[in-house]
């Protein structure tokens, strides 16, 4: 009987929310597919932020991004508090070697070393080689291995044509966004990437087969937050908030089981505490999965949260989730969108063309998600709510001074020497609207 602690394989991808094929889209990642037919898979997975850093951040950390400290990119200037709260300290304590192949984006590529990783492996370019000759090496001991995928982060060679050629006639674009050929050329774009990505996950897949391994290797695999598509990523619906979450291997992560269960990022920390007999450090403030997992309980939240403050600009944002009501608040006097925090693309020029720019945003959003599961109609004015819309403004109110939001005493500046983008997309200055808090409510 193998008495060794199951070794941690976590694979996670750039941009791909839940628009691969097990999550019942039109897009060919067969790899993904099979790793969820053998496993688990989480039809109601969120991330803690759609955004990059503070998503990973999340997961890694099992806190939420205000909390570990991550309010933004890492690549511009946002950092943890405490990189001892990543994980793989954690893991270390536990006898675990630690090693990072590709994207980790919890830090800038030049201080990676601040982490902590026993080793660095290849560049995200290379992150499938590289993961594939470490498994292949047959390391003795427990380990973590992080696998960080570019994929299907958007490429400028992607978007660099507004021409639309025979391979996106078929597509049909995400459910935010119009169907006409630019979007379905911008689907198909991704739909090459998805593929890529799946090529190179059955790249790590297939090394950790032929190494022996595979029975006592937990393999979990993510994604950030949502696609790269406007109203998606960098938004607190669930186009930005929703991910694919798949876990394969021991401890009863097996069996093509899908679970409706409402889970976060944050949860996957604590899980693995209980799966591996570590004990729970103090700061988590996710729950463990396994009572789902092994049928003690059906759900684990009761809600679920999300929060955006910077991307490439200011945006201050916070949401709770629950099965059935969705509640948005925003922490500026801003009326109109932030389109610098959405990714270039044809489908974001179409919009800015069709006057997106001058299109409404407002302050609360209540969504019904049984009957507008598309979040579309703003119901925080109707009087047949309000009583769904006190809750849950008192829900997200106790979550933030529970977590000591920084947002409860104001704007929240950035670090010295970080960088951010106007908010409107028409200059590199730096612009941080005023703040203004909503009557009686974030205090």
Known sequence: MNTRRPNILYIHSHDTGRYVQPYGHAIPTPTI??????????????????????SRAALLTGQCP??????????????????????????????????????????SRDQVDQIGYDRVLATSDHADWGAAGFLRSQPAQPFFLSVGFPETHRVKA?????????????????????????????????????????????????????????????????????????????NLTDHGMGVMLILAGPGGFAGGKVFDAMVSHIDVFPTLCELLGIARPEWLEGRSLLPI????????????????????????????????????????????????????????????????????????????LTFDPHECRNLADSPRTAAALADM????????RRTNDPLLEGPVMPPKGSRHADP?????????????????KGR
Request: glycine share 6%; hydrophobic share 35%; with cysteine.
């Open 158 to 234: 992607a978007f660099s044509s507004t021409a639309p050629t025979d391979f996106g006639r078929c597509c049909l674009p995400p459910a935010p966004l119009p169907d006409c050929p630019q979007t379905r050329q911008d689907m198909a774009d991704f739909k090459a990437a998805a593929l890529r990505l799946d090529q190179k996950i059955a790249t790590v897949l297939a090394a950790l087969d032929e190494s022996g391994l595979a029975d006592n290797t937990l393999v979990l695999c993510t994604t950030d937050h949502g696609i790269a598509f406007p109203r998606m990523k960098c």
């Open 33 to 54: 597919q099979k790793l969820a037919e053998q496993g688990i898979l989480f039809r109601q997975a969120f991330c803690a932020a759609p955004t990059c850093s503070a």
């Open 424 to 440: 409107d997309g028409l200059s590199n200055e730096p612009k941080i609207p005023d703040w203004t808090p909503l009557p009686g």
């Open 393 to 400: 403004r008192q829900r997200l109110d106790r979550w933030m």
């Open 66 to 107: 205000h909390s570990s400290g991550m309010l933004g990119l890492a690549h511009l200037g946002f950092r943890l508090k405490d990189y001892r709260r990543h994980i793989l300290h954690t893991l270390r304590a536990a006898g675990y070697y630690c090693a990072l192949s590709g994207v980790q984006h919890v830090i």
């Open 293 to 368: 997992i092994n049928g003690r309980a059906t759900e684990i939240n009761e809600e679920v949260y999300g929060e955006v403050t910077y991307h490439s600009a200011y945006e201050p944002m916070r949401a709770v989730r629950t099965k059935r009501w969705k509640y948005i608040r925003r922490f500026d006097d801003r009326k109109t969108p932030v389109v610098s925090n959405c990714d270039d693309s044809v489908s974001k020029d179409l919009l800015l063309e069709h006057g997106w720019r001058e299109q409404s945003v407002e302050k609360e959003q209540l969504y019904d």
